[in-house]
């Protein structure tokens, strides 16, 4: 339990301990005669007794009157004529009655009996006095208040038994008869009172000492009933913090007793921008000593106030309905504050969910991203990827990120993305790192981390636009609390993953359209006959690839090559982004509270990661590689057939192929007779050094995916497929 002295509190005024006759203590520091004058029946002061003599002196029957009123004098704390209390020096709790030791050894036995009363009484004032102190916190002052009730009581008591001596009625053997029934209550507190002074317990520590007592005094009823009653009287205070935050979401603790704590450093912002952002699981968190009786429900508890504050911070005002029935003032084996609890939780959970559901759409939210990130809907894509061509294909210190966020918002209003009320939340950004740099320095990325050596995070010397560009989101509260930074993340790696796929693709189509300008001629045996058929497994290999990452199947594939060379990767089931995606949204449908959607949303997105090859690095670095050389083998497939035959028209005046960018009135011409080069052994070796690269790393993969699709069994499909083209070779 965090001490509450650390707690900025009032002080407690300096004469409130110095002047004594403000403590109660006065009279335990003054010695007197006698507390009794005129009586009826015997009196100490009228037998003439001298203080300088020794109560041997005198007779039994005096002795006994003597004893009767310094044992009535003890029990309230005023030491006597021959009963004395001794105190250790520095150790104001520690103290002992002694006796006369000239006293009757019968009278001796009978007063030592009554002695742990009296320690008792002396130890729990003391405790009232010290524990209404302003540092002590709420709960010792409920409960040295309902100490100081019972006090009230003993002295009641101890004036009752006064009279009755002062009437001639009462014998030392009656005093001890009266005293025995408050002597387990008063023994059983005074060790409470001790263990809690020696520990400095202050908040739900002495309620969890005061329940710890009262169930090791099942025996004994009425001992028990007392602690009980005690720690129902102590809890009070700490049950009125309990109800304020359950109902209001507001923690009013102004001695940091409560065992919820909150780190006012933590903001909400920090979601949108702090990849491990700790808001939503360290803003409000559970401290030490929890008190026994809220233990099991304390998860509860938190949650319950962190739902009601995401509300208040949004705005939006709202307090559980409150009747007589759901005071939390008491608990007890009924266990009704149990079920106020969860009723507050119930009402404090549905309000949000139906709040960020339905006010903030965050299903809509979802969609949206699925469409642009996750790239449901490729249209937007493409004809950005078009006209943004030029500018992603410079190295990172020459690209503008206004022109590509100019040219992204072209593309979002000259397609289908126009009627998504949420495509304006959309923007571009251009990474510092590649895609397996960012895996290998991601918190998520352990996996990764433990694979991955120093020079597989080497940055690509050439590394361009193509390898970095991504697409962020602006996610708004209270939505950022289920897509934060951390989800974000997680999405622009498998867009990133995707973007590049898709990119290599066009890269490739072009390459094959290049191949389909010189069908003309008769090219069996040559190496432009074999370039075509290696063009034409990197083709398959890619789309396998895309076909079983997503529903779209090379986007930018024309449909007659597809249905004639890619009939195989159309029978490849989806087992990615699709089924994973229906998986979720229904999940969310069901769902009781926001840390179910938050865990569902994240099951979502590292299911994808997993299903994206993102979490196998030695795939992954495979697959890096052979999208690599694809890419240099499209990008030489200009040199491969200039060099062949005589193809003036392939080359456009930029340099880049006319495939990349066909004009309607060269693809209607007919094609025309074209001359096969008379030297082209160069670019036979050129070809065969590209297919042997490719096939070498194609059936690299084999013992990889077979590996992994063990533990994952929907690698099956794309192992069979991958592996398929490489036989076809």
């Not at 009730?149 to 005093?175: I, N, P």
């Not at 002597?183 to 000492?209: D, E, H, K, P, T």
Request: aromatic content about 10%; some cysteine; proline content about 3%.
């Amino acid at each position: 339990m965090e001490n509450s002295s650390a707690i900025s509190c009032p002080s407690t005024p300096r004469w409130n301990s110095e002047r004594p006759f403000l403590t109660g203590r006065f009279h335990q520091e003054t010695k007197t005669t006698s507390r009794f004058f005129d009586t009826k029946g015997y009196s100490v002061d009228s037998l003439g007794l001298g203080s300088e003599k020794a109560i041997g002196c005198y007779n039994a029957a005096v002795q006994e009157l003597v004893v009767i009123d310094d044992l009535l004098s003890a029990m309230v704390g005023i030491q006597g004529r021959y009963i004395s209390i001794k105190r250790a020096h520095g150790k104001e709790d520690n103290f002992t009655f002694q006796v006369d030791a000239s006293m009757d050894l019968a009278l001796q036995e009978l007063a030592k009996r009554v002695f742990p009363l009296c320690e008792s009484f002396m130890l729990i004032n003391q405790f009232v006095e010290s524990r209404s102190q302003f540092k002590n916190g709420l709960v010792n002052h409920a409960f040295a208040a309902a100490l100081r009730a019972l006090l009230l009581d003993y002295q009641a008591m101890v004036a009752q038994l006064e009279h009755q001596f002062r009437l001639g009625r009462l014998s030392l053997q009656g005093l001890w008869f009266y005293c025995q029934p408050m002597m387990g209550s008063m023994q059983a507190l005074s060790n409470v009172i001790q263990r809690a002074s020696a520990n400095n317990f202050a908040g739900s520590a002495v309620l969890n000492l005061l329940q710890s007592q009262a169930k090791a005094m099942a025996g004994d009823n009425g001992v028990r009933s007392l602690l009980e009653k005690m720690a129902e009287c102590a809890s009070n205070a700490y049950l009125g913090i309990l109800e304020r935050w359950v109902y209001e979401g507001v923690i009013d603790d102004p001695y940091g007793e409560f065992f919820i704590a909150e780190n006012k450093s933590l903001q909400k912002e920090s979601l949108t921008h702090d990849y491990d952002a700790k808001y939503w699981t360290q803003r409000y968190s559970l401290k030490d000593g929890i008190p026994s009786f809220l233990a099991n429900i304390s998860g509860t508890i938190l949650t319950t106030g962190k739902y009601l504050n995401v509300m208040r911070e949004c705005g939006h005002h709202v307090q559980v309905p409150q009747s007589e029935n759901s005071k939390l003032m008491s608990f007890g084996s009924n266990h009704r504050y149990l079920e106020c609890i969860k009723s507050a939780y119930d009402f404090a959970s549905s309000e949000l969910l139906n709040l960020i559901k339905e006010k903030y759409d965050l299903m809509g939210k979802l969609r949206s991203i699925k469409h642009y990130l996750l790239l449901d809907q490729g249209d937007f894509l493409v004809h950005f990827m078009d006209i943004a061509r030029d500018e992603l294909t410079k190295k990172l210190d020459e690209i503008s990120v206004e022109k590509l966020q100019s040219l992204l918002d072209l593309a979002l209003r000259t397609t289908a993305a126009a009627t998504d009320p949420c495509h304006e939340d959309l923007t571009c950004c251009v990474e510092t790192s590649s895609l397996l740099k960012k895996l290998g320095t991601l918190t998520d990325g352990e996996r990764s981390r433990n694979v991955l050596d120093d020079n597989d995070l080497e940055e690509p010397v050439s590394i361009t636009g193509l390898e970095t560009f991504s697409l962020n989101y602006k996610i708004r509260w209270p939505l950022s609390i289920v897509i934060s930074k951390h989800s974000l993340t997680k999405y622009q790696l498998i867009f990133r993953f995707l973007f590049h796929c898709k990119h290599v693709d066009r890269q490739l189509c072009g390459a094959w359209q290049a191949h389909q300008g010189v069908r003309a001629l008769n090219m069996r045996g040559t190496a432009i006959s074999r370039s075509s058929l290696l063009c034409r497994s990197m083709l398959k290999f890619i789309n396998s690839l895309l076909h079983y990452l997503t529903f779209e199947a090379g986007f930018t594939l024309p449909n007659f090559f597809f249905a004639r060379c890619f009939c195989h990767a159309i029978v490849v089931v989806c087992d990615v982004i699709e089924p994973n995606w229906h998986v979720m949204h229904n999940r969310l449908q069901t769902a009781k509270s926001i840390d179910e959607v938050i865990q569902h949303h994240e099951f979502f997105l590292d299911k994808c990661l997993r299903g994206c090859l993102l979490l196998l690095p030695e795939f992954l670095k495979k697959v890096e590689r052979l999208k690599s050389l694809c890419l240099q083998y499209a990008a030489a497939t200009q040199w491969l057939i200039s060099s062949s035959i005589d193809v003036p028209s392939l080359v456009e005046s930029d340099g880049s192929l006319v495939s990349e960018k066909p004009r309607q009135s060269k693809s209607r011409r007919p094609y025309q007779p074209l001359k096969l080069s008379s030297s082209n052994k160069t670019v036979a070796d050129s070809i065969l050094k590209f297919e042997r690269e490719f096939n070498a790393e194609l059936q690299s993969l084999g013992p990889i995916l077979n590996s992994s699709s063990k533990a994952e069994p929907y690698l099956t499909h794309l192992s069979k497929c991958i592996l398929g083209i490489g036989n076809e070779q």
